[in-house]
Structure formats: structure tokens, C-alpha cells
């Protein structure tokens, strides 16, 4: 029988297979793979936290997350998946990552009690294509010119599962040459494609070579192919399947009709400029024709009603 494999870009099934509490040492395999904790600053132990509460906010904003933990070493860390490309997505992550940081302190507590915020975005589009290829880069404040920090309290990690797959086609063995720790999770991300409909075998297939010699992987792919098998996720995956598609359709029919209005826009603003060109460029026939018959500045401005300035720019233009 054909194994099956849901995509765990959709929140629904990245929850379920790294938001669970008896799933606990997967999820602590992955961020530190992630993150690239190794030795002493590895991730030991973390709990998770409550991420469908709706937080009350005055101004209307609602804040949910993702996959929320606080870890042993006393950082709080986030990480949210978005098929959808959003196009304030920098703007959104800032307010996200600042409301989880001020709610971490309580009335009265000092400032330098706030822990470590991580907030780790994983997209699957280019969020910055013109400014870097690849496809995990890492964010702190420093200062401009000397490079230091100006909190370790803030770090941001984005993460391209579209750069990463055009890399992995590319370059498939030099990625795998580096063993880079994260390189698993990414292909685990990135091997089944709802939008596409695609399930890519030959990912399977490595990750089913690096499962061999790493135990958190092997259960990874036990648990995700158990996950996926299960006729109640199945039926809520499917829900959240068609919720997503119809967004993504809407998202798509905002963009065209916003196309078409810029382009009916455009066509009005380039007659309206043509119609002004067009009378401008009357004005100048009609100026120089009179000045060829003798008349002066002053005698055409009484004509036409046009300054005697702008006769003359106009007698200017002709003579270019």
C-alpha cells in the first residue's frame, strides 16, 4: 500500500506533529536543528504554551501563533508557517514577535527580566528575492557602522521552502556533503505539496536515508506517516485544504481586479495627459503662426489670453 503524507506547510498538521506535548523531543530536535544549538546551549527541555487563546486588544488586532514554547533556558520561542504570500509579512512578524515579548513581562517586573524572544517564519516564497538566494537567514538589531548588538533579546530566523527546494534540485549533493543539521526538516517540509498536489519521492526517499541514523527523524516520519493516515486529521486537514484555497483564490481576484483598475487608471491618465499635450502643443501652432504674421507678445497675449510668459515659452519650444 501506497504510503500517504499530508503537507505540513498548512498550520493544521505542522501543529499536530510539532505542537504536541507527547510529541515533545521531535519538536526539540527540530529547533535545535534548526536554530543551530549545539553543546551548551542546546534546547533540553521546553513547555508549550496556549497559542489559540484570542488576546483582547483595543484597537481590534487578535494575535494567535503558531507553535509557542518556553524553554528551559529561558527563551521564549515561536515559529509560524505561511503558504500565503503576505505582503506585509516583515511589518506582521515585527508585531507579533513584540506583542509575545511585552506580554512575557508582568505589572511591575524590571525590564531586564524580559527573556529572549525567537520568532522563526517559515514561507514558502521569496520574502526578500533581491536581496539574498538563500534560504534561511537570520536577523538581530545592530548598529550600522560596528555591527554590535543592541539586545540579545531579539532574534528573527526566515525560512524559504521555495529557495530551499531550488537548491536542493541544484545542488542536492552539496547539501548533503555539509550535513547540515537542518537539511531533514526542511525536506520534510517540503515533500508533500497540497497546492500542487505533488508528493516528491526522491525526498521521501533521502529522508528515509537520513531516518536510518537519526533517531528523531525516523519517529518524525513514523509519527507524520501515522498523522496522515488518521481519518480524523485527514477530514480536518481537508477543511483547512479548502479554507486555504478559497483565500488564496479571493487573494488572487483582489490582485487581478487591482491589475485591471491600475491599467484602466493608467489609460485615463495617459488621455487626460495627451488631451493637455494636445492643447499645448495647439497653443504653440496657433502663437508662432501669429507671430509670423507681425503681431507682438503683448498683441497675441490680447488675442489668445495667455500670458505674455507663457507666449514666450511656448515661442521657445517651437524654436527647438
Known amino acids: 500500500m501506497k504510503k500517504e503524507y499530508l503537507d505540513l506547510k498548512l498550520d493544521f498538521m505542522f501543529k499536530q506533529l510539532f505542537g504536541q506535548p507527547n510529541r515533545k523531543h521531535i519538536t526539540i530536535a527540530f529547533l535545535n536543528d534548526i536554530l543551530g544549538r549545539k553543546g551548551t546551549n542546546r534546547i533540553i527541555d521546553l513547555t508549550f504554551e496556549n497559542t489559540e487563546k484570542v488576546k483582547d486588544r483595543t484597537d481590534g488586532k487578535t494575535v494567535r501563533f503558531d507553535v509557542t514554547v518556553l524553554t528551559t533556558l529561558g527563551e521564549r520561542i515561536n515559529v509560524e508557517v505561511q503558504i500565503r504570500d503576505q505582503q506585509d509579512m516583515p511589518e506582521r512578524t515585527l508585531y507579533y514577535w513584540s506583542r509575545m515579548f511585552s506580554s512575557s513581562l508582568s505589572s511591575g517586573d524590571s525590564y531586564t527580566l ?54 536542493w534540485k541544484k545542488y542536492r549533493r552539496k547539501l548533503k556533503e555539509q550535513n547540515e543539521h537542518e537539511l531533514p526538516w526542511l525536506m520534510m517540509l517540503t515533500a508533500a505539496d497540497a497546492k500542487r498536489k505533488i508528493l516528491y519521492s526522491d525526498i521521501l526517499a533521502e529522508l528515509e536515508e537520513w531516518a536510518m541514523n537519526i533517531e528523531e527523524v525516523r519517529e518524525a516520519l513514523i509519527e507524520w506517516e501515522n498523522l496522515s493516515a488518521d481519518k480524523k486529521n485527514r477530514a480536518e486537514y481537508e477543511v483547512r485544504l479548502r479554507e486555504l484555497r478559497d483565500q488564496l483564490s479571493n487573494l488572487q481576484g483582489y490582485h487581478r481586479k487591482g491589475k485591471e483598475e491600475g491599467i484602466k487608471e493608467g489609460i485615463k491618465l495617459g488621455v487626460e495627459k495627451g488631451k493637455k499635450e494636445g492643447i499645448k502643443e495647439g497653443s504653440r501652432i496657433i502663437v508662432s503662426n501669429l507671430r509670423r504674421k507681425g503681431l507682438s507678445t503683448t498683441e497675441i497675449a490680447e488675442l489668445t489670453g495667455l500670458t505674455e510668459d507663457e507666449i514666450r515659452e511656448l515661442l521657445k519650444q517651437g524654436d527647438s
Open 114 to 167: 524580559l527573556p529572549p524572544t525567537i520568532f522563526i517564519t517559515i514561507v514558502n516564497y521569496p520574502l526578500f528575492p533581491s536581496e539574498t538566494d538563500r534560504f534561511h537567514t537570520k536577523f538581530h538589531i545592530r548598529e550600522d557602522e560596528e555591527g554590535f548588538l543592541w539586545s540579545d533579546k531579539l532574534e528573527f530566523h526566515l525560512i524559504d521552502l521555495s529557495s530551499f527546494m531550488v537548491q
